[in-house]
């Protein structure tokens, strides 16, 4: 997973002192979700991770809602910022750019920060509204790349097919976690599938049309 990187917040972290700050406790907060999930998020053990008071941890968070809302976003930025590498480190070719943010994602399930954050983030969005909403958010931006990539490999896509196609592909490898994350039964076999995962989604978005998707074909087109 990810480690949330140093940011300004707006109207408290002008200076680097308050932004080290920011840093600590955000990543105090990912940490203790890490290691006891949602409801082991407190502001009281957030302070004492990032080695402060309550009231001085008040100062940038108030509740935990705002504290969440910036975790999430610090995190989805890190995701940004490993996917632009990712592309760099690839190449021009699309298909290899495409076929890198795969394994890169998949690889990433395979750790054990990433395999026990997002399912906590997964449940509470079942019951919590506002985490819901930020859960939305977060997988849109992370689908960006894809959108943008799927745009370039197949781009007799609707913008609508290239969304669902892009949103398939992103739940599919996330669905991953149970089953082949950190210390789950298929992770020995986790390099297997991220080969499988790439061949299969690379066939899949370059070969799919409109038309099969909205089931007017019984098969995707042959390239």
Known sequence: MCAV???????TAAFSKGQERVLKILQSAQELMIAGGYHNLTLRKVAAGAGISVGNLNYYYSNKQ??????LDKVIESYVWEFDQVLQSAGESPEDQFVAIVKFIIEDIGTQETTHFFPELWALANHDEYAADRMDALYIKARA??????AILNPALTESSREQVALFV????EGLTPFAGFGKPWATQRPEITNIAAIGFL???TSITNESIQGGLSTPKSR
């Open 5 to 11: 990187q140093l940011q300004v917040r707006p109207g």
């Open 66 to 71: 705002d504290l969440l809302r910036d975790l």
């Open 170 to 173: 992103s739940a599919s490898m």
């Open 203 to 205: 066939h899949l978005v």
């Open 145 to 150: 790349v894809l959108n943008h990539l799927i």
